[in-house]
């Protein structure tokens, strides 16, 4: 499973609903890149580096970056 769907499915929607917030809201919903972690936070549609406060980096991604739509 990609890190964009399991995105989708911890917050209970569809990549599609995802990507579409993504694009039409001011944020957008990331999620950490690390193997075996899932955390997920509100981030900017850019990020690329976002601080993850489970692993301590920065490795929290928006679901734009990762539906390639940034």
Same mark, same amino acid.
């Given at each position: $499973?990609? @890190?964009?769907?399991?995105? #989708? @499915?911890? =917050?209970? !929607? !569809?990549?599609?609903?995802?990507? =579409?917030?993504?694009?039409?809201? +001011? /944020?957008?919903?990331?999620?950490? $890149?690390? %193997? @075996?972690?899932?955390? /997920?936070? =509100?981030? =900017? %549609?850019?990020?690329?580096? *976002? ?5 301590? /980096? +920065? !490795?929290? !991604?928006?679901? #734009?970056?990762? *539906?390639?739509?940034?």
């Amino acid at each position: $499973m990609s @890190k964009l769907d399991q995105l #989708a @499915k911890i =917050e209970g !929607t !569809t990549v599609e609903d995802l990507l =579409e917030q993504s694009v039409f809201g +001011d /944020t957008s919903k990331g999620i950490c $890149m690390n %193997p @075996k972690c899932d955390y /997920t936070r =509100e981030v =900017e %549609p850019d990020q690329r580096k *976002g601080y993850c406060e489970v692993c301590g /980096t +920065d !490795t929290v !991604t928006s679901a #734009a970056v990762l *539906g390639d739509i940034i």
